[in-house]
Structure formats: structure tokens, C-alpha cells
């Protein structure tokens, strides 16, 4: 019997597939082989086919297949727009969302910003990251692409005599337009536990 998950990513799967424009390949930013969809999810190699997602070649009925479901449904032909990247508390709607996306996007990392910092290569190359802006730096900083067309902007101070350490988060000026506001705060979340997990491997 299958999960929750797995019943909503196949009806999403369903809608997406049911509906297949000639532009999708461009709209997900990703690359068609045979009737399947292939691009870079939460630092893994996904592949989006009518029956299931996949991450790393095995099948995702979790969170994140649900996200990059999602991330199909709402797909479309508009370029993503990095600049400026906006806080999730600027979002319209988002006041219900902002505790739990700071506790589970941003404060997670803060016991590991000195890892993080020491594995920025490995974070980066994984999410295939870049590095941050001029005069949006903190103490270090870099940019990540969880799916496509969203773009996570992370910020991080370093801890001082003085204040401890800090993590903020910024998304992509128009990643609504590719992902409700829920799933967006889930996107970062998720994210987030991925850099935890690379920097403690």
C-alpha cells in the first residue's frame, strides 16, 4: 500500500502529464529523454516520469518528491528571476508560515555555520551554487538552486564575542511563480537539511 506521498505525487504526476505542454522541457529547466523529464533537485539527480519521481535513481514518496511534483504542476515559460532576492516574511500570506520556515530553514543551521563554511565547495557543487552578491555578504554567503527556477540566497555571521552565529535565508524574486507559499518554506527547509547532512558527512 502506498504513502500518503506517493498518492498525492501521482495524482499531481497525473495533472501535469494530462496537460503536457510543448514547452515543458523549457518550463521545469530541464532536459527530455523519451517521454521523462531530468534535472537537479535538492542537490540530487532527479528524473520526473508519469509514474514516480526519482531522486538518485530511487524512487522519492517523501516530502521532496512532493515538492518537485508540485514544482511540475505550477511550471511555466516565465524565466526566473534572481534579483532582488526577498525574504519569506515579504511574501504575501506568509505570516502563519514564519516561525516554523525560520526554526527549520534558517536557525537549523546556525550550530553548523563554521562546517558550513569550512564545505562551502562541496555545498555549492552539489546544488550547482555560485557565490553571493557584492554588498549582500554577511561574514560568507552563497547561492543555491534546489530546483530550476527557485534560488535560494543563504547569508551566515560567524559567532564573535559579542553575537552568535546567524543563518538568514532569501528566496528568488518571482519563486512564487513556480511554487506555492507552503511548498516554498518546505523547498528551504528541506534545503537546508540537505546542507546539514554535507557538511556532517
Known amino acids: 500500500m502506498?504513502?500518503?506521498?506517493?498518492?498525492?505525487?501521482?495524482?499531481?504526476?497525473?495533472?501535469?502529464?494530462?496537460?503536457?505542454?510543448?514547452?515543458?522541457?523549457?518550463?521545469?529547466?530541464?532536459?527530455?529523454?523519451?517521454?521523462?523529464?531530468?534535472?537537479?533537485?535538492?542537490?540530487?539527480?532527479?528524473?520526473?516520469?508519469?509514474?514516480?519521481?526519482?531522486?538518485?535513481?530511487?524512487?522519492?514518496?517523501?516530502?521532496?518528491?512532493?515538492?518537485?511534483?508540485?514544482?511540475?504542476l505550477h511550471a511555466n515559460a516565465e524565466p526566473m528571476q534572481t534579483e532582488p532576492f526577498r525574504s519569506f516574511k515579504d511574501f504575501p500570506d506568509s505570516m502563519p508560515y514564519q516561525n516554523a520556515f525560520s526554526v527549520n530553514s534558517e536557525k537549523v543551521l546556525v550550530p553548523h555555520v563554521l562546517l558550513i563554511k569550512e564545505k562551502q565547495p562541496r555545498i555549492k557543487k552539489s546544488f550547482d551554487g555560485r557565490d553571493g552578491l557584492p554588498g549582500l555578504t554577511g561574514d560568507f554567503c552563497f547561492i543555491l538552486y534546489p530546483l530550476p527556477k527557485i534560488a535560494l540566497y543563504y547569508i551566515f555571521y560567524l559567532p564573535d564575542e559579542e553575537f552568535p552565529a546567524s543563518a538568514t535565508c532569501l528566496f528568488s524574486a518571482n519563486a512564487l511563480s513556480f511554487m506555492p507559499l507552503d511548498g516554498l518554506a518546505d523547498v528551504a527547509e528541506y534545503t537546508s537539511r540537505e546542507i546539514v547532512q554535507l557538511v556532517l558527512k
Open 2 to 72: 502506498g504513502t500518503n506521498y506517493e498518492k498525492i505525487i501521482h495524482d499531481n504526476l497525473s495533472r501535469f502529464f494530462a496537460q503536457l505542454s510543448d514547452d515543458a522541457e523549457k518550463s521545469l529547466g530541464a532536459e527530455k529523454r523519451g517521454g521523462s523529464y531530468y534535472f537537479r533537485a535538492f542537490g540530487e539527480d532527479c528524473c520526473l516520469c508519469p509514474k514516480m519521481v526519482s531522486l538518485s535513481g530511487k524512487p522519492a514518496d517523501e516530502p521532496r518528491g512532493l515538492l518537485i511534483s508540485l514544482y511540475a
